[in-house]
DNA sequence: CACAATCATTAGCAATGCTAATCGGGGAAG
DNA sequence: CTTCCCCGATTAGCATTGCTAATGATTGTG
């Protein structure tokens, strides 16, 4: 393949990942979270209790960002702020029940809003793109 | 293809669409410009002259945002708002000699970044992952 | 001609991201 | 034991991005 189409396979790559992401974030206003809430809901339900800094480091964010974030889920009761009885410095971020829930019963939106568009796809469709997402997959590692 | 396999795919395109992102994204910082600004001019570059109504729905984002990105890059001498002389009400919005040169030159530092990770494939996954990025589109679209 | 529709902008709000500065606990050196 | 420094989290303050509502200017229509 040569450098041309090489060049115009990443920039259309590029451009359509960036549209679908956006087109899968209006499906996060059903949960009534932003999606940096969101996605540090999930982080917390999902790896379990986790420091400030290793949920900031996770969501690839700086630690004020992320206390900011935390502050917004523990006024709406998802998650709680424990101090780490080895190092008062510390705290452990758990989820509540309330916000276990939320994400269990909400149901990844976003990935049921894809599912749904790759049912228009023809079969065959389907297959490559499973084919390329395996390649996306090395590429974004 | 089944239903199985097929959330398989969904929810590994947005994970891999997420980290590819977020992997690109470092290179913006050497352009000066942040992320929307990058890709709004990006688009003003390439779909030639624009609307701002049009800008802004290439963009995904409503017209004030739109406005105040333009502001922004008007301010920076990488574009240019000519009124269109057809309707005094709308703008066209036009890449100046150092916008384009910004985006060709230095540019578009991130389908760079990304054309260097396709070179590392192999001849045959590179054409799978153009026919996947073909269908991708019209998914995100 | 009057009136509604359209395009862009302005005003004002909330959220996200950052850095710098601060508070307090932990740990090591003297 | 005390002092001094490091480290985790938070607070303060700024810039940017996103939105909706309202305003201005212009176009087209009845």
């Known amino acids: 393949m040569g450098e041309v189409q090489t060049r115009d396979v990443a920039a259309r790559l590029h451009s359509a990942s960036i549209r679908l992401l956006r087109a899968l974030r209006r499906e996060d206003d059903g949960s009534g979270l ?7 809901l999930s982080c917390i339900v999902v ?4 420091s ?4 900031a480091e996770a969501e690839q964010v700086r630690p004020p960002t992320m ?3 935390v502050d917004a889920l523990v ?3 998802l998650v709680t702020r424990i101090a780490d ?17 939320l ?3 909400g149901g990844e939106r976003r990935v049921h809003a894809l ?27």
């Open 52 to 55: 400030l800094a290793e949920l």
């Open 115 to 141: 599912i749904g568009r790759l049912h228009k796809l023809a079969d065959s469709e389907r297959r490559a793109l499973a084919r390329g997402v395996e390649i996306l997959e090395r590429v974004a590692r």
């Open 34 to 40: 932003s999606a940096p809430r969101l996605s540090a």
């Open 47 to 50: 790896e379990g209790p986790l």
């Open 103 to 105: 994400l269990i019963g």
């Open 75 to 77: 006024g709406r009761g």
């Open 85 to 101: 009885p080895r190092d008062r410095r510390s705290v452990r971020i758990m989820p509540t029940q309330e916000g276990s829930q």
């Open 67 to 69: 206390s900011r974030i």
